[in-house]
């Protein structure tokens, strides 16, 4: 255990993070007590306290700035009842993965005055009846409960619930069944409560199976099915015990009980030593690289001929089965089947077409004498968002793959069940060209395995925030591996006054909406010349209020859903005008469909608002008059540009993606994405050998002549010098030099 002392308070790392709050990291200190933090001041809005060993959440000082604290992955077990006193202005807490457990420990929170944002995923309070209902009768002002916004509907039914001080008491009261050794059960009140008839909740055990069958299922009705199942918890027939074995499980376990004489303690520590040896996920993740490390010797050795073989196999697949990898990605992710086809289907396809048709790897000879060579790197990690479930996972795969690499890449927790339907088709397509086992590997999991992920592998490649981005990058630091980043965009679509109104408004609405607006590379800013302002936002007003938002698998939506949970996170595509520069909605990442549009006069002014972003993706400029329309898109700073087009560039897998500023640095996709995932070794060999040799001049070998740097010199000017003459009389002297070495033994020089 170690205590957090003053010290260490100020010797942690403390930044300016994502949405430029001042954020004080503690993270993974194994501290037990929270304790001197009046050491902070009062300067930070966040504190990360996760990854410690917290039991209660207490001692803090007056703390009047701080708004944010997270301690994921802790002991909590209490939390002090006045805790509101010491924090007036908190309003988010995450105690995701702690160890509450009955309703009335969240209490204290009530004392909290502004908390809006809550979250106690991975508690075992969550399992209690009425939890989520409980915690917004009890929490007025909460907005967001683990991550799911608040509806009214769910304040209603919560105060009706717990509208009596009884009924609240009695929620409090639901979890606290006890028995005493030796006290005497009421029979009867037992066989009154044995005829009240009850619906049986699914045991942990046929949790478990539900959910491996759902993995393995290959088809959707199947996966729908079992879904069902388990939010009904109504059990398929398949997964019930029945009466005889449930019995047979009874006596065994009575047995068990009589042989141990009420004693528990041998199968207390049989568990404990169990859970003791259970690997953790630091070491799961070292394992699955590992594997792919010693996988990836045996494929560093194939040809191109079988990485082209492999690639032909995962394109015939992927273009007889879209439909079946849309709807997978669809139920995942909440997207409509065409924003699906279009950014999952075909950039996937795209890419491997352009994989199969360049020769881009192998020795790149300059001349006889020298060449560049690229190697395998090793093993490359991945850590990819949710917004693309195929696609994201597909791109890392395809490159680091064709170049002789093994992969492991960690899918977001938001899509593990699609991502891990889509490593199936990885693997069946690697054994058809008979690659090594464990090539490719799929993880799932939180912070704490991307953070052995990148400790474990040769390069990291990330998609996500630029907040998780700097993590990593320090991650990266401790073992010096290289990173590629790519955190998102705040692209700029300029529209001049000479374009075809029309045609570029069904162009904005696509930028703006694909894939309901959780698209890196959409467009978020827009900026339109004042003469045909008000004729755009009109045409553009018209043309999203016919866009119906919904779900998309039912037929009843063409834009589908908004958030991660892929279940009810509907948000209407919004276009909003008086915009300006001074409003987060201009300066964030919003990954939404909103459409703000500000008004531009010249050229310039639409070049110095398009650049005024930490963010520097991409952009978009439309314009009647092309050689205008470049010219604009050669001053904006940024990673790709589309001239009276969009997207194009990414569809493009010849091209280079990626970003500069906050939206991240390197490449994947094109020549410079591939060559990264290898290692570039220079090579230099004697055009003639063995037959002339390199030899250095005498009067530079050891011992150094007298006139070594006369020498030096005059072959410098020879060689680089601007006027012929002067090279000519510089070789002349080069040559007497060496003819006169050459006269001398080697007793006669004398070293300067």
Known sequence: ?????????????????????????????????????GATEDQFDTIDLSDNEIVKLENFPYLNRLGTLLINNNRITRINPEIGEFLPKLHTLILTNNRLVNLVEIDPLASIPKLQTLSLLDNNITKKPNY????????????????????????????????????????KMIPAKTFTPGEVVDVSDASKEVQIPKVVAPTPEQIIAIKAAIVNSQTLEEVARLEQALRSGQIPLEFQISNNDKELAANSNKEDNMETDGDNESSDDAAKQEEHEKPTPIEQVKEH???????????????FRQRRQFLRILLKYIVEHQELICE???????????????????????????????????DQCCTSEQKVEFHPLGVIGAIVSWNYPFHNIFNLMLAAVFSGNAVVIKVSEHASWSGFFYFRIIQAALAAVGAPDNLVHVITGFGETGRALVSSVDKIIFVGSPGVGRMIMQKAAETLIPVTLELGGKDAFIVCEDVDVSHVVQIAVRAALQSSGQNCAGAERFYV?????????????????SVIAGPPLTGRGSFGNLGEDAVDQFFPPTVIVNVNHSMKLMQEEVFGPIIPIMKFDTDEEAINLANDSNYGLGC???????????????????????????????????????????????????????RACCLVKSVVEDRWWPYIKTKIPKPIQYPISENAFEFQESLIEALYGLNVWDRLRALVNVLKIISEQNTYSPTDKKRQ
């Not at 957090?4 to 430029?20: C, E, V």
């Not at 001042?22 to 001197?36: S, T, Y």
């Not at 569809?651 to 994947?668: A, D, E, I, N, T």
């Open 132 to 171: 989520r209902l409980y915690v917004i009768f009890r929490l007025k002002k909460l907005r967001l409960l683990d991550f799911r916004k608040i509806k009214q509907k769910e304040r209603i039914e919560a105060e009706s619930l717990f509208a009596s001080k009884e009924a609240e008491e009695e929620a």
């Open 529 to 545: 010349h004042r003469d045909i302002y008000p004729t755009f936002v009109a045409e553009i007003v018209n043309l999203v209020k």
């Open 1 to 37: 255990m170690v205590r957090l002392t003053a010290d260490l308070i100020w010797k942690s790392p403390h930044f300016f993070n994502a949405i430029k709050e001042r954020e004080l990291d503690l993270r993974g200190n194994k501290i037990a007590v929270i304790e001197n933090l």
């Open 289 to 303: 690289v590992a594997q792919a490390r010693k996988a990836q010797k045996v494929w560093a050795s194939s040809s």
């Open 328 to 362: 997978v990605s669809s139920r995942d992710t909440g997207k409509t089947m065409v924003d699906a086809s279009l950014g999952e289907i075909m950039t996937t396809c795209e890419k491997i077409t352009w994989l199969l048709s360049e020769d881009l790897l192998g």
């Open 620 to 674: 978009a400029v439309f314009s009647g008059n092309q050689k205008r329309a470049i010219e604009i898109a050669s001053q904006i700073r940024c990673g790709f540009a589309a001239v009276n087009d969009f997207a194009s560039t990414y569809m493009c897998q010849s091209l280079p993606f990626g970003g500069v500023k906050h939206s991240g640095f390197g490449r994947f996709a094109g020549i410079e994405g591939l």
